[in-house]
């Protein structure tokens, strides 16, 4: 595992793909928790088939760690987002450490407010990561969003990072659970979307 911890700074590295190697940056704190190298690789080796081409959208993004990587595996191009300015300015430092700023945009702001502006500017996903500060119970309520504001491709796959306690919903509108797996104190839930299905969300 590449993580190493220098007075509250925790540097990671990019595991694979053309950035291999380079270090990225976070602040370790309440709200940041970074994702360790064994659930990150676990992770796009599970998603490895979808990554190239792909548009990405790395919503909690912290220090950008997720969106980096698919981005280092061939994704086309990755939107960050974060509330924390101090958050914002790490990604931005790791994407130009990677030279991976040309493919990227970051958002400042509440995720459900940066789906919204997406939405109005016609921005649509195949890949989404959901990475939120552990036990805040949000994802439930970002799937909702992400449904109606309509940010969705038909096949997007959306991968969320929580608490092995955290209970998500095994549907919610046009999602469904694929997959779960579990390391240690994370659990990571894999989303798909079916067309036609019609579940419990509302307008």
Do not use: W
């Amino acid at each position: 595992m590449f993580i190493l911890e220098t007075g509250g700074i925790v540097i990671l590295r990019v595991i694979s793909g053309s950035a291999k190697g380079t270090k990225l940056i976070t602040l370790e704190g309440m709200s940041t928790r970074p994702t360790t190298d064994r659930v990150k690789e676990n992770l796009f080796n599970i998603i490895a088939p979808y990554i190239a081409d792909s548009t990405v959208l790395d919503l909690f993004a912290g220090s950008g760690s997720l969106g980096i990587e698919a981005l280092s595996r061939g994704a086309l191009s990755v939107v960050f987002s974060d509330q924390s300015e101090k958050s914002a300015e790490i990604i931005i430092k790791n994407l130009e450490n990677t030279r991976f700023l040309e493919k990227s945009e970051v958002f400042l702001g509440e995720a459900q407010l940066i789906l919204k502006k997406l939405s109005h500017q016609g921005k649509k996903f195949d890949i989404i990561f959901l990475d939120p500060p552990y036990k805040n119970e949000i994802v439930p309520k970002i799937l909702h969003d992400l449904e109606i504001n309509c940010v969705l491709e038909d096949r997007t796959l959306i991968v969320a990072e929580t608490d092995i306690a955290d209970e998500l919903p095994n549907e919610i509108g046009t999602l469904i659970v694929s997959k779960i797996q579990k390391y240690g104190k994370t659990k990571l839930t894999f989303y798909k979307r079916v067309l036609g299905f019609h579940g419990s969300i509302t307008p």
